[in-house]
């Protein structure tokens, strides 16, 4: 780690022993004082090795709770030969990266991409540091290398039966020229990767001693609130500063930029508070006009438009729906969504007229980086951003409005730490939604009742419009058709019809889209995966076997259907009161499938009793890990299956906090069996996929329940009260 | 001023009588084990003990809260993570991003604290609180761990 940010954590350490006495304070967990004065030379960007023996791998995507973290440090300590009790870990800061010419590669981490795009990179780190390391024994010992071996950080000279520990042999591995040819291992030598251990981070998360982004304390820290204009697009007209300057604790109101203001004050309840009673009048603007309603009439629109970008074509679908015996048509649709991670949104920044440092929660340390260069002024190498873990991500943290924010106010008062948070109701208002988009599917019976043709027609919202045009092709967003495509790791499409086109109307309301976990997947399985079933109970077919006969040629697909199936007990009789549906999907990477089932009231209160979830993944690093996100992904989707759902009225987000957006709580948990069928030939991501496949499952089980099919969401919408 | 026993010690509060025990404990005892989630009781991440009483610390004034009762924080539930719900919590690598963590082991202290034996219906009433990244299962696992059921 440089010199610079060693001394500002020492600094930090000092800082907050002298002004918190005894309470547990301080910043940057992993690094202790005593580690940050050792500076022992690192063996390779990955690996550090103290003379005691402890390991430090460092890790560049971000932990916001998916357990990336213990997943890549075990990639690495598997090719390092690790003893794995030994094994700790560090971030690196995205400043250090580009320094070292991004020796750390890519930080950011979303669409389930941590494990899946970086192994390879960095278990060559582990394997080049484990040969540095047997490399120095036997040049220690004067022996050829051959007769070497390294294993549970201890390298064994096998006729002599001289022993020397990593701790030892560090220092002398860090002058080593790194080797070339690198050989990973097979995978069926591993023996950290693939296993359940334990997770790296767990003990402070359960004492109150993780600092997350919003628990930073600075010496001479101040605290900000901050409001932007609820209607998108809009601005300030004016506020009245004068009104609040002399609350208690306030030190300035900062007008941030032309639709946001802040208050920073001694601590932040004070801040909002003042913040409460600053009188703001809103510049709302055209967007004013907006509502849910004038939204879905475009959507709507859309459904019918001549001209739509094409995802996924084969055949004549146009013409062979047309002249087939009997032809479906349905329409669903799908709400915006915030993410709502339990921590909200915070970054804490220091700007003097030589710097800028951020600390703060972020899925792209390199992004969150560029966002403090730009709004600090100052050249990349006088800027720096200190990750800490996520208090959630789920998407919204790859963005780095927040961070703007922070350095914005930071530099109206320099040489202050600001430490800004957003309240939950912020948080709501400025969200980056999960898109909203319809669909209309229109499919085609032969006489024997064969599915001849498909059409389905997206309309709606593109996330890439809205926070990445340059990535559009064309105008075409190819995001939107994740798990609908013709090939590829984000998600080829699994059946097999004749006459197939999936094609985009794109619909771009002004609420602002974003990444959410499980992205257009969520919506793709949900369309694709019901009107599957709507057309296997049109043809008198069971929807198991109906989609059995379309995927012939996609034995993955199947493989993972044909799991979840036997694993909930398809066709075999339900327990009285309930019934049984299933899905499929491919994407980011993964095959995945879930089958539930379900009761409904004669109220309508639907329960879910039980969902079983297969997962092809390709390679598994963390059995128990992989378990827990699949659970959590449930949660995730049935939570805004269930209740969620961001509605507009006068431009804004109706919506403002848990109790009018409600997340799915323990008394509603079904009981979740994972399966996992890696098939060992390629790599997938695991934090997303399966969030898809839950809200079509229990949707079909709630048609096989009661005879209703729902088409939108969320399902506190349906009325499913017996007639 | 108000004057609070928290986590055992007596502690004097600077700040206005109507501030949130929640704000009162992360600003002024320096706390920051207990979290905001919500701001208004509906999502316990703010969970501490009263007396034995699980409470949602950001909907209480410190005013309401006097020198007599016992805070405890998750930060004085245990002084070395041996509270049994720590322990089961650790061994289920219980918490995911770990933010909601404190209000549920608190809350689960606390049901545990009056039914040794928890149902699964007690459970489901008890704990109320909101985990967004979805570790519900490990939770009630949990639990039922430190309750050697
Ligand atoms: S912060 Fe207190 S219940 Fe949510
Ligand atoms: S562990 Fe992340 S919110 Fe519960």
């Not at chain 1, 959507?299 to 739509?308: I, S």
């Not at chain 1, 002024?377 to 991500?393: E, F, I, N, Q, S």
């Not at chain 1, 992205?519 to 369309?527: D, P, S």
């Not at chain 1, 199936?565 to 309930?578: F, H, L, M, R």
Request: aromatic letters at 6%; charged letters at 20%; one cysteine or more.
């Amino acid at each position: 780690m440089n010199a610079h940010v060693k001394l500002s954590r020492r600094a930090l350490l000092k800082g907050g022993a002298a002004t918190a006495g005894a309470f547990t304070l301080g910043f940057s967990i992993p690094f202790t004082e005593a580690q940050a004065q050792a500076a022992t030379p690192e063996i390779n960007a990955w690996v550090v090795i103290q003379p005691d023996d402890r390991i430090i791998v460092r890790i560049a995507r971000s932990e916001m709770g998916q357990g990336t973290l213990t997943g890549l440090a075990q990639l690495v300590a598997e090719e390092l030969e690790a003893d794995w009790a030994k094994v700790g870990w560090e971030y690196p800061t995205p400043g250090e990266n580009l320094k070292r010419n991004r020796v750390w590669r890519n930080f950011s981490t979303g669409g389930s991409r941590g494990i899946r795009e970086s192994h390879q990179y960095v278990r060559e780190g582990g394997a080049a540091a484990r040969m540095m390391l047997v490399e120095a024994a036997a040049r220690n010992w004067n022996v050829p290398v051959s007769e070497c071996r390294a294993a549970k950080s201890i390298v064994t000279h096998a006729p002599s039966g001289r022993t020397a520990s990593y701790g030892s042999l560090a220092a002398a591995a860090a002058k080593l020229e790194p080797p070339k040819d690198l050989k990973l291992k097979p995978s069926s030598e591993w023996t950290i990767v693939g296993k359940s251990v334990k997770r790296l981070d767990t003990v402070d998360k359960l004492n109150g001693k993780q600092v997350y982004g919003a628990d930073i304390r600075l010496p001479g820290m101040l605290n900000a609130a901050i409001k932007a204009c609820p209607v998108f697009g809009g601005k300030i007209a004016s506020f009245d500063a004068a009104k609040i300057t002399g609350m208690p604790g306030v030190k300035k109101v900062v007008q941030v930029n032309p639709h946001t203001v802040a208050v920073v004050a001694d601590t932040w309840w004070q801040a909002k508070t003042a913040l409460d009673a600053l009188p703001i009048v809103w510049d709302e603007g055209p967007n004013a006009r907006a509502s849910s309603d004038t939204i879905a009439a475009m959507l709507r629109e859309g459904l019918d438009a001549e001209q739509a970008f094409e995802g996924n074509k084969a055949g004549d679908a146009k013409g062979a729906i047309a002249s087939a015996a009997r032809k479906i048509e349905a329409t669903y649709s799908y709400p915006f969504q915030n993410h709502a991670c339990m921590e909200p949104m915070n970054a804490t920044a220091l700007w003097t007229a030589e710097k800028c440092e951020v600390w703060c929660p972020t899925q792209n340390g390199e992004a969150a980086l560029a966002a403090a260069i730009e709004a600090s002024g100052h050249p990349a190498a006088r800027c720096d951003v200190h990750k800490v873990h996520l208090g959630g991500g789920f998407g919204r943290r790859g963005r780095s409005d927040y961070v703007t924010q922070a350095v914005l106010i930071a530099k109206q008062m320099p040489g202050i730490p600001i430490k800004l948070l957003w309240s939950r109701e912020e948080d709501m208002l400025q969200g980056t939604y999960h898109p909203i988009t319809m669909a209309r599917m229109v499919g085609g019976l032969d006489k024997d009742g064969n599915l001849v043709g498909l059409h389905m027609r997206i309309s709606g919202q593109s996330i890439l419009a809205g926070v990445n045009p340059q990535a559009l092709q064309n105008g075409r967003d190819p995001v939107v058709f994740q798990g609908l495509n013709p090939g590829g790791a984000e998600g080829p499409f699994g059946y097999g019809i004749p006459n197939l086109l999936i094609d985009h109307a794109m619909r771009n309301p002004h609420v602002p889209p974003g990444f959410w976990r499980g992205v257009n997947l969520n919506q793709n399985a949900i369309y694709v995966e019901c009107f599957m079933d709507e057309l296997a109970h049109a043809a008198g077919v069971d929807p198991l076997e109906f989609r059995r006969r379309l995927m012939k040629n996609a034995p993955k697909h199947l493989a993972v259907l044909e799991a979840v199936a036997k694993g909930i007990g398809w066709g075999a009789p339900s327990a009285p009161g309930t019934a049984k549906g299933l899905a499929q999907i491919m994407g980011f990477g993964s095959y995945v499938a879930a089958a539930a089932e379900v009761s409904v009231s004669n109220s309508g209160a639907i329960k879910v009793h039980r969902i079983v979830a297969a997962t092809n993944p390709g390679h598994v690093v963390n059995p128990d890990q992989v378990a827990a996100q699949v659970e959590g992904s449930f949660v995730y989707g049935l939570s805004a299956a269930f209740h969620q759902e961001c509605t507009v009225k006068g431009g804004r987000i109706v919506e403002e906090n848990f109790d009018s957006y409600p997340a799915m709580r323990i008394d509603e948990m079904p009981k979740v069996e994972s399966i996992l069928v890696p098939s060992g030939d390629f790599w997938g991501g695991v934090g997303e996929p399966t969030i898809a496949v839950a809200a079509p499952a229990v949707m079909n089980a709630i048609f096989a329940a009661t005879g209703k099919r729902v088409r939108s969401l969320p399902l506190k919408n349906a009325d499913l009260r017996r007639a | 001023m108000a004057r609070l026993n928290v986590n055992g010690r007596m502690m004097d509060i600077d700040a206005p009588p109507g501030t949130p025990l929640l704000w009162a404990l992360r600003e002024q005892a320096g706390l920051t084990g207990t979290k905001y989630g919500c701001g208004i009781a509906q999502c316990g991440a703010c969970t501490v003990h009263i007396d034995g009483e699980a409470v949602r610390a950001c909907s209480l004034p410190i005013e309401a809260v006097g020198p007599n009762q016992k805070i405890v924080t998750i930060e004085g539930l245990s002084e070395d993570v041996s509270h049994p719900i720590q322990k089961a919590w650790l061994q289920l690598d219980v918490p995911q991003c770990g933010y909601c963590q404190s209000g549920m082991i608190m809350a689960a202290a606390a049901l545990l604290a009056k039914k040794p034996k928890p149902t699964d219906a007690d459970i489901d009433e008890a704990m109320t609180n909101i985990c967004r990244c979805g570790t519900y299962n490990r939770v009630r696992a949990g639990i039922k761990l430190a309750a050697g059921l």
